[in-house]
T-cell receptor, first 113, second 111 residues
């Protein structure tokens, strides 16, 4: 298995632009997570899905952030409009529900100028 | 609310000595406690985990202990080596699948 696949690996954009991050979970995994990592706040859980349904989005910072999972093999995290404080590494992770073992993608490093 | 506290935030130990990282959690229903290691520029990777029906688990130089009554768990690394230098994260399960992380411990192994 190729593992959790994220794209892009790096994104540099200007304040106000829309950013879309993409994730393909491990085949057979039915829970998908989006985390944000910064030096100050560590690994924050933004949102997670189970069987493509959003279960807990309490970590989404504000309305500028949205996430979708249209099918079992694809999810997006969108920021519109982006701000410099959104600069971080965004990790997608997946697991098979009940097994608990969480596997991370390589991350998307976002820089908003 | 749901919370995982991790200490210390930075730890320096002499090569060959032991390192201990401690975490506490708030949800008494948590039943799964993984530890992740993150090397510079890489993704977090699972190194060991423990479930609530077990008090201790070992894997070579790494061990994890769990005290459910006190709601705390610890990572022990013995005979530390240069390649152990990394950031270590503890985590706890909340409900069925949700996993939340501590803020991390940056471990430096001194030559």
């Amino acid at each position: 298995d190729a593992g959790v696949i994220q794209s892009p690996r790096h994104e540099v954009t200007e304040m106000g632009q829309e950013v879309t991050l993409r994730c393909k979970p491990i085949s057979g995994h039915n829970s998908l997570f989006w985390y944000r990592q910064t030096m100050m706040r560590g690994l924050e859980l933004l949102i997670y899905f189970n069987n493509n349904v959003p279960i807990d989005d309490s970590g989404m910072p504000e309305d500028r952030f949205s996430a979708k999972m249209p099918n079992a093999s694809f999810s997006t995290l969108k920021i519109q409009p982006s701000e410099p404080r959104d600069s971080a590494v965004y990790f997608c992770a997946s697991l098979f529900s009940g097994a608990n073992v969480l596997t991370f993608g390589a991350g998307s490093r976002l820089t908003v100028l | 609310g749901e919370n995982v506290e991790q200490h210390p935030s930075t730890l320096s130990v002499q090569e060959g000595d032991s390192a201990v990282i401690k975490c506490t959690y708030s949800d008494s229903a948590s039943n799964y406690f993984p530890w992740y290691k993150q090397e510079l520029g890489k993704r977090p990777q699972l190194i060991i985990d423990i479930r609530s029906n077990v008090g201790e688990k070992k894997d070579q130089r790494i061990a994890v202990t769990l005290n459910k009554t006190a709601k705390h768990f610890s990572l022990h690394i013995t005979e530390t080596q240069p390649e152990d230098s990394a950031v270590y994260f503890c985590a706890a399960s909340i409900g069925d699948d949700k996993i939340i992380f501590g803020k991390g411990t940056r471990l430096h192994i001194l030559p």
